[in-house]
C-alpha cells in the first residue's frame, strides 16, 4: 500500500503540471487516479491537453517521492496539500494556490489575524524605526507575523515579532533542508518554536532568483494584509504588493520623503492607490477592525487568580502562554515532569476550563 502523500507529492513534481492545472485535475481525480487512468481519459480534460497527459504517464521519478516522504517523517514536517483542512484557507482562495506546502511550525496558519511585513533589503535607519514601531504596536493585538526570513526589512519584522511575543511565519524560496540566507539560521530556529517555517519547495531546491516571485505569492496570498514598509520602485515588495492587490488583500505603505529613493516605491503605491497610507500599528489595527487582546489576557489572569493551581499545574500553564499550542509530548519534554504527573495536571487544567484539548495530543489555554 502506497504511502498517503505518494501521489500527492509526485503531483508537485510533473513538468508543465503547475498549480493550476494541478486544482484543475484534482477537481476531478483524486492524486492516485490522476497517475493511474489512462492517458485518454486524461486528455479529455478541458484545459489539460495530450503534452501535459504524456507528461504525467511518463513520470517515473519515485525515488524522489520516497525521498521526500523519509525526510518529511524524520525532521517532523507538515505535509499540507492544497485540499486538506490544516491548508491556509487564505491562501486557498488565490487561483494559484501552491498544491503542497511543507510546514515546520507551531502556528495556526488559519489564525483570525495575519499580516505581510515586507520592505528593502537594503533598509535605513527610518525604515528599521518604523518596523520595530509597527511590530510593537501590534504586540497585543494577536496578530501572526509573516514575512520572507530575506535580508533588511523581513528579517528584521521577523525579530521585532520574536520579541514582542508574536508568533511569526518566514516563507522560503527553497526547501526545509536548508536556511538561506545561512546567517539567519538561528532566528529561523527560534521562529520553529514561536510560529513556523513554510515553503512549497521541496528538499534539494536551492533558492535561484525565479523562486522569490512565488515566495511572495505565497506571502500575500495567506495574509489578511501586506505591509510595506520600505523600498524603492523596482524592490521585491513591490511585487508583493501587487500581488496583494491582484488578490484583493489589503496593502498599506509607510510614506517617506519625497526625493529618498528608498521610499519611492512606497511613495509610487501610495499616490497610485496602489496601498492606503500607513502610519502606525494602531491604524492598522482601526482600519482592519482588529481590536487589542489585552482583555481577553486579562480575563485569563482574573480566572487563574481565583484557581487552586498547583506547581506543576502552573508550570504548565506557563509553557503554554509562550505559544497558541503544544502537543503533551513537547509540554512533558520542557517541563521535566514526569509523564504521569504531566497527565494528571493536564486532566485537571482541563477539567476548570483552564486548557482546552485539541487533535493529534494538542492543547492550548483558554
Known sequence: MKHPLYYRIAL???????????????????????????RSVLERIEGLGKMRSCCIKQFSDFER???????????????????????????????????MLYYRGIADLNTSRIVAVVGSR???????????????????????????????????????????QLNTVGVLAHGLDKIYP??????????IEQGGLLTE????????????PSRNRIVAGMSDATIVVETDVKGGSMITAELANGYNKDVFAFPGRVADKKSSGCNYLIKTNRANLLTDGKQLLETMGWAPLKTRTAKRQTRELFINLTSEEQLIIDLLKKKDKADIDEIHLKSGLSSSTVAVAMLNLELQNVIQALPGKMYKLL
Do not use: W
Not at 142 to 162: E, F, M, N, T
Not at 201 to 212: L, M, V
Open 65 to 99: 517521492v520516497e525521498k521526500e516522504i523519509a525526510f518529511i517523517e524524520q525532521y517532523k514536517i507538515s505535509p499540507l496539500f492544497i485540499t486538506d483542512a490544516a491548508y491556509p484557507q487564505r491562501l486557498l482562495q488565490c487561483y494559484d494556490a501552491p498544491t
Open 122 to 164: 537594503m533598509h535605513t535607519d527610518y525604515g528599521k524605526e518604523i518596523c520595530g514601531k509597527l511590530v510593537g504596536d501590534l504586540a497585543d493585538s494577536g496578530v501572526l507575523v509573516v514575512s520572507g526570513l530575506a535580508y533588511g526589512i523581513d528579517s528584521l519584522a521577523h525579530k521585532c515579532a520574536l520579541d514582542a
Open 182 to 191: 545561512p546567517g539567519h539560521t538561528t532566528m529561523a530556529k527560534e521562529m
Open 12 to 38: 508537485t513534481l510533473v513538468p508543465h503540471i503547475g498549480p493550476v492545472i494541478a486544482r484543475l485535475l484534482l477537481q476531478q481525480l483524486s492524486p492516485e487516479e490522476i497517475f493511474t487512468e489512462k
Open 201 to 212: 519547495f521541496e528538499t534539494k531546491t536551492k533558492p535561484d532568483r525565479h523562486n522569490f
